[in-house]
């Protein structure tokens, strides 16, 4: 089966993208991952994409595109696969048809954007041993100190409630128009995320098996 995880930044897709990828043994094709493994590697595309990341811009689409199609190619991806943080955009997303890749089905993950918010600014992080905790869900047992090493506990810059408006407001305006596209192609499933995410992962397997 070849899926398209759709979802808003901080909605839980890395979450129930790895359990889909154990319950179906298809990869999960994580853009970050394959860009950083191309980084490694030396391609053609890795090393087009490093010029542009050493220089501080964006990886185009070109780019990322081409280094997505060689990904898709290997061997763990010719019994399916899953998609997470690609296609971003429209264009991406016509790029992909242009490859002859036909994706079985597109699955949105629904977080309101005030539980995002709540969940991501929320979370506090051990920089020395990277343990993370939650102000409201997961809390130390001593305020702003790791339980495991002692060390103190901060908050990312991505955590923050003003990088994650922005984040939000990205995706919102390039990415959420996918669902749209994807309706029209009769593929879109949406499910309601869930505040128990044993409970997510009961629905994000019953919309893949549909």
Known sequence: MKLILLGAPGAGKGTQAEIISEHLNIPTISTGNIIREALKSGTEMGLKAKSFIESGKLVPDEVVIGIIQDRLKEDDCQNGFILDGFPRTIPQAEALDRMGIVIDRVVSL?????????????????????????????????????????????????????????????????????????????????????????????????????
């Open 110 to 210: 629904e977080v309101a954007d005030e539980t995002i918010a709540r969940r991501v600014s929320g979370r506090r992080v051990c920089l020395a041993c990277g343990a993370t905790y939650h102000v409201d869900y997961k809390k130390p047992a001593v305020e702003g100190v790791c339980d495991k090493c002692g060390d103190t506990l901060v908050q990312r810059k991505d955590d923050h409630p003003d990088t994650v408006k922005e984040r939000l407001e990205v995706y919102h305006e390039q990415t959420e128009p996918l669902k749209d596209y994807y309706a029209k192609a009769g593929k879109l499933v949406t499910v309601e995320g869930q505040e128990a995410v044993e409970d997510t992962t009961r629905l994000t397997l019953a919309a893949v098996e549909v």
